[in-house]
């Protein structure tokens, strides 16, 4: 299997979820990664209010697309773009 990592967008910060199941909601999962991170204190504090916030303002992005905060994630790596954070 060829397995290729997305251009990271400019101004942009990456957070990357490797999942052993499919997840049926973005938003818990994305929030749970970010809290448990240590590289970005920004992203570390974020709120649910804020995440949500960032879903609705289109800054959430996989592979180049708007992710929704009820979007399924598959199992294994996915790539999470956050704009402008």
Do not use: H, W
């Amino acid at each position: 299997m060829n397995s290729t990592i997305p251009a990271q967008p400019a101004n942009s910060t990456r957070i990357t979820l490797n999942l052993e199941n499919p997840e049926s909601r973005m938003d818990n999962v994305l929030l749970n990664a970010m809290r448990e991170q240590d590289e970005n204190e920004k992203l570390k504090s974020v709120s649910r209010t804020q995440l949500k916030e960032l879903f609705l303002n289109k800054r959430i992005l996989i592979k180049g697309q708007r992710a929704k905060s009820s979007s399924a994630l598959a199992r294994g790596i996915t790539y999470v773009d956050i704009l402008d954070l």
